[in-house]
């Protein structure tokens, strides 16, 4: 299969998996990552896009039963959000470490655990895959993790040119971004006082952002005939397919500019 599907490349992206604290409550953690620590990360000079996605608290998997392939997402790892930066060019990080700064200083306040991972540039694709007028009532966001000896080139190719095609083919999709990680390395985002813990065997190579039209969309298109058939192929390449509910996107820098008020879409 070929990927035909036009995309917008991005020249660098970045997302944040972010864990809350538990001795609080987690809607607590939740509303602070929303207000106060946002508006820390939306001053960030350079950004083209920066967007968090909220996961629902109750996360068991949307991605159905395949062999070999861990499709349940285990509690202990169970991701509550992420945070999505797209930079206007590579060196935009460099500019923002006065942000970064104050952000890592805040991260002790909401945050237990903080991974980052970033894909190479021009890595990050934005599908049209949307009409004009299609709004997107429901989301899902997948992980993936290559399975022990499948390379890197071979991962990232079968990724491209048929999982996230067949994806599109699957259902009418509202909104489809991908992203591939470069290998993990806590010194991008080593925070203080918050863990960075992430063993070799549970990181992640690539991820997802599926849109629906609404949350029945979602439920048919993981229970379809060709989402099975897809399960199928990917155990070969993939060793985890963590699919998660998302409960809210919000969107607080667009085309490079800061919004006054967060938008849901």
Same mark, same amino acid.
């Given at each position: 299969m $070929? =990927? $035909? +599907? *036009?995309?917008?490349k991005k020249p660098f992206a970045s997302s944040i998996l972010l864990w809350m604290r538990t001795d609080q409550p987690r809607q607590q953690g939740?509303?602070?990552?929303? %207000?106060p620590h946002s508006k820390i990360i939306s001053a960030t000079p350079g950004m083209d896009e920066y967007r968090q996605i909220h996961l629902a608290a109750? =996360?068991? %998997? !949307?991605w159905p039963a395949t062999p070999g392939v861990e499709t349940t997402i285990p509690a202990d790892r169970r991701i509550d959000g992420v945070a999505d930066v797209t930079f206007q060019s590579v060196f935009s990080p !460099?500019?923002? #470490?006065?942000? $970064? #700064? !104050?952000?890592? /200083? &805040?991260? +002790? =306040? @909401?945050?237990? #655990? $903080?991974? !980052?991972? /970033?894909? *190479?540039p021009n890595s990050t694709r934005w599908y049209h895959v949307a009409r004009p007028d299609e709004q997107t009532g429901a989301r899902a966001l997948v992980f993936l993790r290559r399975r022990d000896g499948v390379g890197t080139r071979r991962f990232r190719k079968y990724f491209a040119d048929e999982f996230v095609p067949a994806l599109a083919k699957a259902a009418a999709l509202t909104e489809l971004r991908t992203e591939v990680f470069m290998p993990w390395n806590e010194k991008l985002w080593d925070s203080p006082d918050v863990a960075h813990d992430n063993p070799a065997d549970q990181r992640f190579h690539a991820s997802v952002m599926l849109g629906f039209a609404d949350a029945s969309a979602r439920s048919s298109f993981f229970d379809s005939a060709a989402i099975a058939k897809?399960? &199928?192929? @990917?155990?070969?390449?993939a060793s985890a397919v963590h699919a998660?509910? @998302?409960?809210e996107a919000l969107t607080y820098v667009t085309d490079g500019a800061v919004l006054p008020h967060y938008a849901r879409n």
């Open positions: $070929t =990927n $035909t +599907i *036009p995309f917008t939740m509303e602070h990552w929303k %207000g109750a =996360n068991p %998997g !949307l !460099l500019l923002g #470490r006065k942000q $970064t #700064r !104050l952000a890592f /200083a &805040d991260e +002790i =306040n @909401v945050f237990r #655990r $903080t991974l !980052l991972y /970033a894909g *190479p897809l399960s &199928d192929e @990917v155990s070969a390449f998660y509910e @998302v409960s």
